[in-house]
């Protein structure tokens, strides 16, 4: 097809005037679509009390939040030479956690010096106390006797779902210690007293002296939970306990955003 000098002299004409319109409606409509708070947009707007944080964003400020509470941690032997290391932790944010950060245990010996570390990711609970848990430490013929427990990146908070908060309980009842001198068992009962269905709970037990001092710990773990379920756990020692146990701590933590009313 030929066009002839007057058709496409009007082409040029209409598409000097489409770039014409379209710059200067790009130019009224940017500013307009730039200015739309998102929790992704890297600006502190809306209602965030930080950039993309605070506010209706799922992230919450670092500055929002208090520091996680290192109570303790400590080396605990099982067998000779073998030993499980245990960091006791607070979070006293009612509503933030930690989907995951990651953490190094180091050990050193009597005089100080360093004998090994352990590394690792967890997921920290909203508004409670929980362990960290590390097994099976071999430290060839040194004993750990100090053991010093960090977080290796700036935590990401987020806020947990206030649904779940409010609703999922797990209750531990019947806490029964036996053969303590020889072969220790630890036994309990759990119950998810929700309507959630509840995944990968990991289950931490430690055991105080007449003084409150940690003497041991265990570990076990429950696959799923579903709502109203109970279930018997528990812990067990290859050895006897030196120390009398006076107390006892069983403690679930779970990740409470993978919780869920139904598959």
Known sequence: MTFTWAVKRQIVYVTILAIFFG????????PIIRQIPSCDDGRQNGDEAGIDCGGSCALVCIFQVDEINI??????EVVPGRYNAVAYLENQNESSAIRRIRYRFRFADKNNIYIGMREGEVMVPP????????PALDFGNSVPVYVNFEFLETPVWVKAPEDKLK????????IELVDQDTAPKLSATIKNNSLFI??????????????????????TYIEEMVGGENKKIYFT??????QEAIAKEIMPTFDIFLANLKY
């Open 167 to 174: 609703d999922i309980k797990l209750v531990v009842s019947d």
């Open 198 to 219: 509840v995944p990968e709970i990991d289950i931490s037990a430690i055991l105080y002296d007449k003084e409150g001092n940690a003497i041991t710990a265990s570990r």
């Open 237 to 242: 020692w290859p050895r006897g306990i030196e």
């Open 71 to 76: 109570l303790w941690s400590r080396a605990f």
């Open 127 to 134: 508004s409670r106390k929980f362990a960290v848990f590390e």
């Open 23 to 30: 710059i200067f409606g790009y130019m009224i409509i940017a």
